[in-house]
């Protein structure tokens, strides 16, 4: 079958691996290459970067719904678009074009957490089971009809970033068989229950502020679900300290009060039970240990941390 391929980031590279074993990719659509670090150097997509590794014919415009380039990709002749983590609202024209259709991998079990950040959602709220979708793209966000689904349990101590390495991988997987049995005629057509969607916006910095009248387990899965990115914070002592490994313990005391520090970390009060931190980092420096990161600031046992 010949395909198009949409997709941007890390979590899509598995998807185009995938279908370039088994089918014709006759271009690969990514986001505009970007300047990143202190050097704001030109960094390449990853999906861009895979694409050149197979010499697949890669185009970045900054908007898929200008009409020069919507005539562009249908002069392609794709019989199927596959959109993985894209990045970019597909217009209908485009929905249109192809043969048999536009279908998309989501990192959820639909209609639960639509949108942009479902794999942090999901870890957030504690859910024991995620997984992955494959659907018909349809006008709104992440309500077309559902092809197959496929689940991952998701493990106590998961990271966000755990979960996501595990769903890119069944994601591809489900997209080959997806992609097979639709060129056979016997893909599912399932209309989604618009009534049961439930939503995970993008993320913003203050999503990830860690608050330590919170409980704290409720503290560890917000550490988890924004590792690896944006990461929870805090501030302390006037700095925003960033919190990338965490553990919820019984020990009780006044919301931010240092109970203890050791090899194990340091040891913080919340508004019920405690919060271990394990690995924080200070602005401008690098990660290191709970214990570490107290000599640094001088704390000790009784004082109240702000945060």
């Known amino acids: 079958m010949r395909i198009l391929f949409m997709g941007t980031p890390e979590f899509a590279v598995p998807s185009l691996k995938a279908l370039v074993g088994e089918h014709e990719v006759v271009g690969v659509v990514t986001q505009p290459d970007r300047r990143a670090g202190r050097g704001q150097r030109v960094v390449f997509s990853p999906i861009k970067q895979a694409a050149l590794e ?148 993008k993320l913003q910095k203050e999503d990830a502020r860690a608050d330590f009248t919170c409980a704290a387990e409720e503290l560890d899965r917000l550490v988890r679900a924004m590792n690896p990115w944006p990461v929870a914070w805090t501030e302390i002592r006037g700095e925003v300290i960033r919190l990338w490994e965490a553990l919820p313990r019984e020990e009780t005391g006044r919301p931010g009060e240092v109970l203890a520090m050791d090899e194990d970390g340091l040891l913080v009060a919340c508004g019920s039970g405690s919060l271990l931190l394990q690995r924080v980092q200070r602005p401008n420096g690098r990660a290191v240990s709970g214990l570490d990161f107290a000599n640094g600031l001088r704390l000790v046992v009784g004082d109240i941390l702000s945060g």
């Not at 005539?71 to 392609?76: D, G, I």
Request: hydrophobic share 40%; proline share 7%; aromatic share 6%.
């Open 54 to 201: 197979y010499d697949l014919p890669v185009l970045q415009p900054e908007k898929v719904n200008q009409p020069e380039v919507m005539e562009q990709l249908e002069a392609l002749g794709a019989d199927l678009y596959v959109v993985v983590a894209f990045g970019q609202k597909i217009p209908d024209r485009l929905l249109a074009a192809p043969r048999y259709g536009c279908i998309n991998v989501h990192s959820s079990l639909l209609p639960k957490y639509r949108g942009a950040a479902p794999i942090n959602a999901a870890v957030l709220h504690g859910d024991q089971i995620t997984g992955i979708t494959t659907m018909y793209l349809g006008s709104g966000w992440d309500d077309g009809d559902i092809i197959l689904q496929a689940e991952e349990p998701i493990a106590p101590r998961d990271t966000a970033g755990a979960l996501h390495d595990r769903l890119m991988v069944k994601g591809a997987e489900l997209l080959v068989e997806t992609v097979r049995q639709i060129a056979a005629g016997t893909a599912p057509r399932i209309p989604q229950d618009h009534d049961k969607a439930t939503y995970a916006f």
